[in-house]
């Protein structure tokens, strides 16, 4: 008797929309064998996989098991042709030289089968239209994609911290939505807020977040460290998708500030950030070398008599610039930032006195930010014209010469980050005169406690102090060069002024020209260990 396999296959897709199930392509290929007189030895079945490509499990062994000689196949019968392949390229490159080589007949349980030429090319045609058929799935399915998408609903499955919701109306219309995951999206926003602090890794935020309860809920495992690198470069978390290379704004509810966002984003631009690890050091991924621009790592090393352990820094040397490294005693730097506090810390009368001073900052720090609103919304209207020329230039089908629709929607994406970024900004400088006082008091009773604060705190306590009050710092082997932040900046200037009028013994309203104007840049550099003035540049 002629011996035969059965193979069979459904996608979830035919499965739900068309019926055809696995028992019912079976039971029809099974009658067909007894029918033409075929003795099946083996079965092979593949539920929820598409034709896509021979990449599938059972197909794999289909042909494994046809092309072994010792099995003597003379058939293969499958319900519809297109069960096997839909590409001309699998049914021509491997499956028909194999039923060749064993002379291996191809039979459908449904269609023609006829051991002709005729009959070959009616096989031939049969995948063809499948290909096609294949073909027009995908492209219906692309559009019906993009349709949700441009309706601010992403066609996927919602990222952790978000849940997908069907709503089923009058028991036939499902209405899909996306929704926030009220047990996991309170970890996402904690996973951003520690990130930009500067003081964890992906892996550390792991650790972390898995003590306070963020685990995977199959393996009761804390997530890896990519899991949280695609979590904190996701746009998903502040209203925006991208599909299919296009940015579209989401209904859904952000659940991070875009200011928090891009905050850390702009953290990964520093490519060469030093690897983070379990202990935590006061100056790493905050010292930069003055030659190569490489943070600054550190390590512990034994001292010189092999008693106790040492924490030195040097640079990571990311760049291999650098042929021989030098190492520095973290003492070194704890004297260099306590000079900096000297310069910033105010006794209680100082602070006392310092807030009627401060008045006349607060104005001209007022006037500044009240300049800076308006030089931002004017990039804010170049960038939205922008934005909508090219927007309605793309629609009319009139795209910029010698650019192409990827081109133009790569730069439409720049320009609406940068647009996103300038609102955060404008949103900040956006402060009454009286909030500017209250936060003016605020930072004048910290100054107060500062050394007090700086000497007891921990690593990462000095850590997070230091990123508060700097904008950078870099080390060329001698100086420290650091770059306060404009509050700051205008604490030490205050300071300045105040000791000052104390030396004239005068008391007087600061100038104009006691307090450098914004488009200053300072520098205080501070040489083995004490300060030695201020740099302006123009």
């Given at each position: 008797m002629?011996?035969?396999?059965?193979?069979?296959?459904?996608?979830?897709e035919?499965?739900?929309?068309?019926?055809?199930?696995?028992?019912?392509?079976?039971?029809?290929?099974?009658?067909?064998?007894?029918?033409?007189?075929?003795?099946?030895?083996?079965?092979?079945?593949e539920?929820?996989?598409?034709?896509?490509?021979?990449?599938?499990?059972?197909?794999?062994?289909?042909?494994?098991?046809?092309?072994?000689p010792?099995?003597k196949?003379?058939?293969?019968?499958v319900w519809?042709?297109d069960?096997?392949?839909?590409?001309?390229v699998?049914?021509?490159?491997?499956?028909?030289?194999?039923?060749?080589?064993?002379g291996?007949?191809?039979?459908?349980?449904?269609?023609?089968?006829?051991?002709?030429?005729?009959?070959?090319?009616?096989?031939?045609?049969?995948?063809?239209?499948?290909?096609?058929e294949?073909?027009?799935?995908?492209?219906?399915?692309?559009e019906?994609?993009?349709?949700?998408?441009?309706?601010?609903?992403?066609?996927?499955?919602?990222?952790?911290?978000?849940k997908?919701?069907?709503?089923?109306?009058d028991?036939?219309?499902?209405?899909?939505?996306i929704?926030?995951?009220?047990?996991?999206?309170?970890?996402?926003?904690?996973?951003?807020?520690?990130?930009?602090?500067?003081?964890y890794?992906?892996?550390?935020?792991?650790?972390?977040?898995?003590?306070?309860?963020?685990?995977?809920?199959?393996t009761?495992?804390?997530?890896?460290?990519?899991?949280?690198?695609?979590?904190?470069?996701?746009?998903?978390?502040?209203?925006?998708?991208?599909?299919?290379?296009?940015?579209?704004?989401?209904?859904?509810?952000?659940?991070?500030?875009?200011?928090?966002?891009?905050?850390v984003?702009?953290?990964?631009?520093?490519?060469d950030?030093?690897?983070?690890?379990?202990?935590?050091?006061?100056?790493?991924?905050?010292?930069?070398?003055?030659?190569?621009d490489?943070?600054?790592?550190?390590?512990?090393?034994?001292g010189?008599?092999?008693?106790?352990?040492?924490?030195?820094?040097?640079c990571?040397?990311?760049?291999?610039?650098?042929?021989?490294?030098?190492?520095?005693?973290e003492?070194?730097?704890?004297?260099?930032?306590?000079?900096?506090?000297?310069?910033i810390?105010?006794?209680?009368?100082?602070?006392e006195?310092?807030?009627?001073?401060?008045?006349?900052?607060?104005?001209?720090?007022?006037?500044?930010?009240?300049?800076?609103?308006n030089?931002?919304?004017k990039?804010?209207?170049?960038?939205?014209?922008?934005?909508?020329?090219?927007?309605?230039?793309?629609?009319?089908?009139?795209?910029p010469?010698?650019?192409?629709?990827?081109?133009v929607?790569?730069?439409h994406?720049?320009?609406?980050?940068?647009k996103?970024?300038l609102?955060?900004?404008?949103?900040?400088?956006?402060v009454?005169?009286?909030?500017?006082?209250?936060?003016?008091?605020?930072l004048?009773?910290?100054?107060?406690?500062l050394?007090?604060l700086f000497?007891?705190?921990?690593?990462?306590?000095?850590?997070?102090?230091?990123?508060?009050?700097?904008?950078?710092?870099?080390?060329?082997?001698?100086?420290l060069?650091?770059?306060?932040?404009d509050?700051?900046?205008?604490l030490?200037?205050?300071?300045?002024?105040?000791?000052?009028?104390?030396?004239?013994?005068?008391?007087?309203?600061?100038?104009?020209?006691?307090?450098?104007?914004?488009?200053?840049?300072?520098?205080?550099?501070?040489?083995?260990?004490?300060?030695c003035?201020i740099r302006?540049?123009?």
């Open positions: 002629k011996r035969a396999v059965i193979y069979s296959r459904v996608s979830t035919e499965q739900v929309k068309h019926g055809f199930s696995i028992e019912t392509q079976l039971n029809t290929c099974a009658e067909f064998a007894e029918r033409e007189g075929y003795c099946i030895v083996q079965t092979f079945i539920e929820g996989k598409s034709a896509k490509d021979l990449n599938r499990e059972q197909v794999q062994k289909l042909i494994k098991f046809c092309d072994n010792k099995n196949i003379n058939a293969i019968i519809r042709i069960r096997l392949s839909r590409f001309n699998d049914y021509h490159g491997t499956i028909r030289p194999m039923l060749l080589r064993h291996i007949t191809l039979l459908s349980a449904t269609e023609l089968n006829v051991n002709t030429i005729e009959g070959d090319y009616m096989r031939n045609m049969m995948m063809c239209n499948a290909e096609y294949l073909s027009l799935i995908r492209f219906r399915t692309k019906n994609m993009k349709t949700i998408a441009e309706k601010g609903l992403m066609p996927c499955k919602a990222p952790i911290g978000y997908n919701f069907h709503e089923k109306i028991d036939k219309v499902i209405k899909k939505s929704i926030v995951d009220e047990t996991t999206a309170p970890y996402i926003k904690r996973a951003f807020k520690l990130y930009s602090t500067g003081m890794s992906y892996k550390t935020l792991g650790t972390t977040l898995a003590q306070e309860g963020f685990i995977h809920p199959k009761g495992k804390k997530y890896p460290a990519r899991k949280f690198e695609h979590i904190l470069k996701n746009k998903f978390y502040i209203g925006k998708f991208d599909w299919n290379g296009q940015e579209y704004e989401g209904n859904h509810q952000p659940i991070i500030s875009k200011e928090l966002f891009y905050k984003q702009d953290m990964f631009k520093n490519i950030r030093v690897k983070k690890h379990n202990v935590q050091f006061a100056y790493t991924g905050l010292i930069k070398c003055a030659e190569c490489c943070y600054y790592t550190a390590e512990f090393k034994r010189k008599s092999k008693k106790g352990h040492y924490i030195y820094y040097h990571s040397n990311a760049k291999g610039i650098h042929t021989k490294l030098k190492n520095y005693r003492e070194y730097f704890n004297n260099t930032f306590a000079n900096i506090l000297d310069t810390c105010l006794g209680h009368k100082e602070v006195r310092l807030k009627i001073l401060a008045k006349d900052y607060i104005k001209e720090f007022s006037e500044y930010e009240k300049n800076a609103r030089e931002i919304t990039q804010i209207e170049v960038l939205t014209n922008r934005i909508k020329k090219s927007y309605i230039a793309k629609l009319e089908g009139n795209l010469t010698g650019m192409s629709e990827e081109e929607n790569a730069l994406k720049e320009w609406q980050e940068e996103d970024r609102l955060v900004k404008l949103g900040n400088t956006n009454s005169t009286k909030f500017i006082y209250e936060r003016m008091n605020l004048l009773k910290f100054s107060e406690m050394p007090e000497l007891k705190a921990t690593a990462e306590e000095k850590k997070l102090i230091i990123t508060t009050m700097v904008k950078s710092i870099k080390f060329d082997g001698n100086n060069i650091v770059e306060l932040k509050t700051f900046k205008a030490q200037n205050i300071k300045r002024t105040y000791k000052n009028e104390l030396e004239n013994s005068q008391v007087r309203t600061p100038s104009s020209s006691s307090i450098s104007t914004k488009n200053d840049v300072l520098e205080t550099s501070f040489i083995n260990g004490a300060g003035g302006t540049h123009a």
